[in-house]
C-alpha cells in the first residue's frame, strides 16, 4: 500500500537524495571526529561545518552550538543544569507552559519531586499562547528558570518569546530563559535568535528532514551550564560522547536548506490551506486553532460527536498517517493536556487527530485525507 504521510510534526521524512548526500560526505571521512589522524581530522571538519550551517540558521556563533542526541536530551540537560546552578534557601522556582513537550514537562515534574524545585505552570490562552501576564507576574527574584515552548508541536502556535525574554529579565536579570525551537526551525524566522535574549534553546534534525538520533543545544556564549554528560569531553567539556557524524552532517545539511531555501515548506503550507478549506465544508469538523495563529504546515481537529477513533480506522485503513494523541496504559484516549489549557471541552480534546505536512506532500493528498474525514463523517450518518 502506498501511505499518504501527514504526520510530519512527529518525523519530517529524510529524502532519498538527501540520505545519498550524507552518504557521499561521509563515506570518504570516517574517522572519530576526535582522532587527530587525516580522517579524524576529516570528520571533525564535517562536524564543524554543520555546526556552522545550524549556527547561521539563528544568528549565533557556530561555539555557542552543542551537539546531543536529541532535542529531549537538550532540554533535559538544560533543566537539570539550571536547577543545580543555584543553591537558594528557598527552593527554586521554575516556570513552565501548560503546553510543553513531555520531555520538558516529565523532567520538571520530576526535579520538583525530588525537592530540587517548585514548578509552576502557567496556563495558555485561548489562542494558543502562554499566558503572558500570569507568566511575568511569577518572574520573581526567586524564579531561576523558564522553559516555554518556541512553536507548538500540536497546534502549530508560536509564542512572542523574545518579548517574554526580554521583559522577563526586566524583572529578573538572572532568570535563565530556554526555549524548546523544535518545531521552530526552518519554518519561523530565527535569525535574531543568537542575539542573545534567551539563554539556550533545543533543536532537532529529524523535524527539518533530518536523521533521528541528533538534536542540539545552542547556549548563549558567558551563560554557565553544567554537562549532564561526563567523559571525553566532547563538544568543548559539556557534552561528552563521540558525535553522531552521520546525523551530524544530516542534520547541518538540513538547516542550511531551510535557510537557503525559505519556501521549502511552500507545498506544505499550501496542502495545510487545501486541507482546512475541505474540512470547513464538512459538517462536525472543528479546527482548534485558526491557520493565521500558526506555522501554517499543521491542522489539529476533531469531529464533533464522533469518535476519534471511527477517524482513526477509517484513515489506517486508507494507509494516511496522522498524529493520535497519546492514550493512557489501557488504550483509552486521554484528553489532550494543551487543548484542555486552552479552554476546550474535555470531549474535544479527548477526540482530535494532527494532520502535518511538510516538504514533499502535495494539494492532492490533502484532497485524500480530506475525502477520508469526509467518508467518516458520511459513515455515522
Ligand atoms: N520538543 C518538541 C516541541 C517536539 O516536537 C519534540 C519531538 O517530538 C521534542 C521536543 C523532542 O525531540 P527529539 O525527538 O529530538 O527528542
Known sequence: MDFIYADVNATHPCSTEHLMQVWDMLQPNQGNPSSIHP?????????????????ECIGAQAREIFFTSCATESNNWVLQAVCARLFFEKRPKLLISAGEHSS????????????????????????GQVDEEALLE??????????????HNETGV???????AIEAKKRNPDVWFHIDAVQSLGKVELRSLGGGFIDSASFSAHKIGGLQGVGCLYKKEGRMLSPLLLGGGQERALRSGTQNVAGIVSFGLRAAHALHHPDWLGSAKLATQRFQRRLQKIPHARIHVSLVETVGTVTFFCLEGIPRERLLVAFEQAGICVSAGSACGSGTPV????????????????????????????????DRVADIVEKAVFAVK
Open 39 to 55: 580522517l579524524g581530522r576529516r570528520a571533525r571538519l564535517l562536524v564543524e561545518r554543520s555546526r556552522r550551517s545550524i549556527a
Open 335 to 366: 484528553p489532550n493536556p494543551t487543548l484542555l489549557a486552552m479552554g476546550i471541552d474535555a470531549w474535544a480534546a479527548t477526540h482530535s487527530v494532527r494532520v502535518s505536512f511538510g516538504e514533499a506532500n502535495r494539494e492532492a493528498e490533502a
Open 158 to 164: 508560536v509564542n512572542d518569546v523574545e518579548s517574554l
Open 138 to 151: 511569577q518572574v520573581d527574584q526567586n524564579c531561576v528558570g523558564i522553559f516555554l515552548i518556541h512553536t
Open 104 to 127: 520538558i514537562r516529565v523532567p520538571a515534574a520530576a526535579l520538583e519531586k525530588k525537592g530540587l524545585c517548585e514548578v509552576v505552570t502557567i496556563g495558555l490562552q485561548r489562542n
